[in-house]
Nanobody
Framework: QVQLVESGGGLVQAGGSLRLSCVVS????????MGWYRQAPGKERELVAVTVSGGSTNYADFVKGRFTISRANAKNTVYLQMDNLKPEDTAVYYC???????????????WGQGTQVTVSS
């Protein structure tokens, strides 16, 4: 069984920084992508950043130049460094992993429980 556990959310003033972490555990054959999404109240969940197993990354336009996604492959961990935070970044941030499980060798999406990020003005 695959589990994703996030940490690092909290309350920060505008212009501040936070670093989110997500540890993936379980029976894993191969990662396809690891990424972060967010959902603000009354809005749909949206992509923030994603990293592909080959090392390439993609960012939503609204975080380019402010957020950085990275991976520690040996630790099955993905990070999101968030700098110059704005009040509109306030949301629940979810870790996502699309991976091939060792048990069935099928690609599936897995989600963390979410971590709250609140940016005050």
């Amino acid at each position: 069984q695959v589990q994703l556990v996030e940490s690092g959310g909290g309350l920060v003033q505008a212009g501040g920084s936070l670093r989110l972490s997500c540890v993936v555990s379980g029976s894993i054959f191969r990662f396809n992508t690891m990424g972060w999404y967010r959902q603000a109240p009354g809005k749909e969940r949206e992509l923030v950043a994603v990293t592909v197993s080959g090392g390439s990354t993609n960012y939503a336009d609204f975080v380019k130049g402010r957020f950085t996604i990275s991976r520690a492959n040996a630790k099955n961990t993905v990070y999101l460094q968030m700098d110059n935070l704005k009040p509109e970044d306030t949301a629940v941030y979810y870790c996502n992993a699309n991976l091939v499980g060792a048990a069935d060798l099928k690609s599936k999406d897995y989600w963390g429980q979410g971590t709250q990020v609140t940016v005050s003005s």
